[in-house]
């Protein structure tokens, strides 16, 4: 209570009266007590203020708002001092020591939160012209004595009716977000592709993750665990380098990619998201091209002839060992050496069914180090394949790979998406088909170095089948194709759940990273989550960890500078596609199917003549001149057993008649002995006549049964 003022006109008994003195010496007191009381108080309330505003910075510098720094002003300290603004903790509005409490304890000190590293943050980025906390302050404590620190300007965001407890902020401190910001700061003539904003707790749109386009062909690797959102970082890559005017190849196991041909479909969701990462998102198209392995689905087919796949691949398909695989490049010279096309699985099986026969024993003895059971393995793994459906796969008009680099006439870039839903049960034919494609794009294509931007980019999905029970030889083709296809600007990203999935040496050749999040559930998981972490550069993060609480279209990144050298690993949550995130539909699709040009080019199946044909017209030659030298021998054999049996009737037939005519002289003999016997003359005999009995002998009818009883007695009557 303050005591009333003297009255002016009253005698000054001030001087002489003892109470009035003490009166007043009391007054001063608790006058000087309530001033130094309001001081201490005012010193709360500042540090209360800038308790909320550095709990206010902290937030924002977690959403990528740069923070402003506030000088320090009072001697000895590192904190400036302001009086709070109406509404703050009502603890900070309490009672202070006065002339009504002159025993009343001190406010305790408030301890200052400090960000590590950095100085104290008095206030963050907020909504344009917004007053700070700080200058609220100045503005309700005018009187505020010169020695408290007076906070410079700052933008922030409004304070809340109670100083907030300083929040959680991510893994990085300013130094690492500066630094990861600067790695991904490229030339003003840099063209990139936008991955996403870098993720510390909250996104930092300020810190935005690219890539420089002409790295693209440098190669790399999406990975990460199923539903990680791999098909979406690779749908988003494909826009991109579409817009740019560079091609893209891409196969669609699921058929979900299909959704790039089609406008995106905005949602209060995604448009959240794409706000909090700094992406302008708007739904677009791409123009796409759909192609199906065989004819298989919906799509222009994309076939091979068996020559052209060559005996490496096919043997990858058909799981043969090191042995029959040597022995299937032999079987290939041979059809190469004697003009025998193999353009499908048939043709391969003629020239070994034609081996493995009598009229090719000699021809396979030739070969050598081919043995006949080794050509009945390679035989029946045909058969098996063929009966399984490849065969489809294997023919003419053979694919031209240079289809796949086109731009349509607005200067976009192609994409061509290769609809494998119906051959997912042939993972090793596809996985290889697509090696094949690799292949024969390194064959064809010019050296071209370093250029500004790729002319194709190769996304080889489900790359984990490609490796597996490869044979050295089959990856040390990949390697090479790898190596070397880089200078004739292609580019090559493997798309695979676990990096382990793919080769060292295969790995070794990638530049750029983006892998998704990974599950540890198993003890093989954790070890190939630690074999991960291990491939990477050393960073501000826990990446074991970070690895396996990545979230969905997360995915920490490194890739290779303008310069060729590895940027900092950045947690990143990535863009959203502008085309649709699930399959186009199907009449679409068949109407595009239908109106591409190079349906009439591919989409009728030719069967022309080839080994198949050749080795079958050979082989019906060869029955009909077997055939004809049988009939010869045949009719030979024949007439030489006529002849004998010709010359055994004429033997019989010569001694029946030696015989007849020994039958007929002794016959005649004996009848000439009768004759003589009953023929004799008597003195008695009247005339010359014959008798009776010599007219008997001498008839003809005598004669007659004479002979056919002598013919009877000799047996010469059979004939």
Same mark, same amino acid.
């Given at each position: ?13 001030? @001087?002489?009266?003892? *109470?009035? $003195?003490? &009166?007043? =010496?009391?007054? !001063?007191?608790?006058? +000087?007590? /309530?001033?130094? #009381? ?13 308790? @909320?505003?550095?709990? *206010?910075? $902290?937030? &924002?510098? =977690?959403?990528? !708002?740069?923070?402003? +720094?506030? /000088?320090?002003? #009072? ?23 006065? =002339? ?5 304890? +001190? ?613």
């Amino acid at each position: 209570m303050t005591a009333a003022a003297p009255d002016p006109s009253a005698p000054d008994s001030t @001087a002489t009266d003892p *109470a009035v $003195a003490a &009166a007043g =010496a009391e007054l !001063a007191r608790l006058r +000087a007590e /309530a001033e130094a #009381a309001e001081a201490q108080l005012k010193a709360a309330q500042a540090r209360a203020a800038l308790a @909320a505003a550095e709990a *206010a910075a $902290a937030k &924002a510098k =977690a959403s990528g !708002a740069p923070a402003k +720094a506030i /000088a320090s002003g #009072a001697p000895g300290t590192h904190a400036a001092s302001a009086t709070t603004a109406p509404g703050t903790h009502p603890a900070a509005q309490e009672p202070t020591p006065s =002339a009504a409490h002159p025993d009343a304890p +001190a406010p305790t000190e408030t301890p200052a939160v400090t960000t590590p590293g950095t100085t104290l943050v008095a206030a963050t980025q907020g909504p344009a012209g917004a007053p700070t906390e700080a200058e609220r302050t100045r503005e309700q404590s005018p009187e505020q004595s010169p020695s408290a620190t007076q906070p410079a300007p700052a933008e922030s965001t409004p304070s809340s009716s109670q100083p907030s407890p300083p929040t959680e902020t991510g893994p990085l401190t300013p130094q690492d977000i500066q630094k990861i910001t600067l790695g991904y700061t490229f030339e003003a003539s840099t063209s990139t592709l936008d991955l996403g904003a870098l993720l510390n707790g909250d996104p930092v749109p300020s810190a935005q993750i690219r890539i420089p386009l002409g790295m693209m062909n440098r190669h790399g690797l999406v990975a990460g665990a199923t539903g990680t959102g791999k098909t979406r970082t690779l749908q988003g890559l494909a826009e991109q380098l579409a817009a740019k005017g560079v091609p893209v190849f891409a196969a669609d196991i699921k058929g979900d990619l299909s959704g790039v041909a089609t406008p995106g479909e905005p949602s209060e969701k995604l448009l959240a998201r794409t706000r909090a990462i700094g992406q302008d998102w708007k739904p677009e198209a791409s123009v796409t091209e759909y192609f199906a392995l065989g004819g298989v689905g919906k799509g222009v087919p994309v076939r091979a002839t068996v020559s052209g796949f060559g005996p490496l691949l096919l043997s990858k398909v058909l799981g043969l060992n090191a042995t029959q695989e040597s022995s299937l490049g032999l079987v290939f010279h041979y059809a190469d050496a004697n003009g025998l096309a193999l353009v499908d699985l048939s043709d391969l099986r003629a020239v070994l069914t034609h081996l493995t026969s009598d009229e090719g024993k000699a021809e396979l003895k030739e070969l050598g180090g081919l043995s006949a059971a080794t050509a009945g393995v390679i035989l029946r793994e045909l058969i098996t394949f063929a009966d399984a459906g490849a065969d489809v796969f294997f023919g003419e008009p053979e694919f031209d790979v240079a289809d796949f680099i086109r731009t349509a006439p607005d200067g976009r870039g192609i994409i061509s998406l290769l609809e494998v839903p119906g051959v997912i049960d042939k993972p090793e034919l596809f996985s290889t088909f697509l090696m094949y494609l690799l292949a024969e794009l390194f064959e064809i294509l010019p050296e071209v170095g370093d250029a500004d931007k790729p002319k194709l980019v190769f996304f080889f999905d489900e790359a984990h089948l490609l490796f597996k029970d490869a044979s050295k030889d089959f990856l040390s083709a990949i390697v090479q194709t790898v190596r070397l296809i880089r200078s004739k600007g292609v580019g090559v990203f493997f798309v695979t759940q676990t990096p382990k999935d793919v080769p060292s040496d295969v790995l070794a050749q990638l530049g750029s990273r983006v892998q998704h999040a990974l599950r540890a559930f198993t003890p093989d998981d954790a070890k190939a989550l630690r074999a991960t972490v291990g491939t990477y550069p050393k960073s501000g993060y826990d990446l074991e960890r970070v690895l396996q609480e990545l979230g969905t279209g997360e995915a920490i990144v490194t890739v290779m500078s303008e310069k060729g050298a590895p940027t900092p690993v950045a947690w990143t949550r990535l863009r959203a596609p502008q085309g649709l995130m699930s399959p186009t539909p199907d009449p679409a699709i068949e109407a595009a199917v239908k109106a591409s040009p190079l349906l009439a080019k591919y989409g009728t199946s030719i069967d022309r003549e080839s080994a198949r044909e050749i080795l079958t017209a050979k082989m019906r030659a060869a029955d009909d001149a077997a055939a004809a030298e049988q009939a010869e021998l045949a009719k030979a054999k024949a007439d030489a057993e006529y002849s004998r049996q010709k010359a055994a009737i004429d033997k019989q037939q010569a001694a029946a008649d030696k015989a007849s005519a020994a039958a007929e002289k002794k016959a005649q003999q004996e009848y000439e002995r009768l004759l003589k016997k009953t023929a004799g003359t008597t003195r008695t005999s009247r005339s010359p006549g014959k008798s009776p009995i010599e007219q008997i002998l001498n008839s003809k009818s005598t004669q007659t049964i004479l002979g056919g009883v002598i013919r009877g007695i000799f047996g010469t009557g059979r004939r």
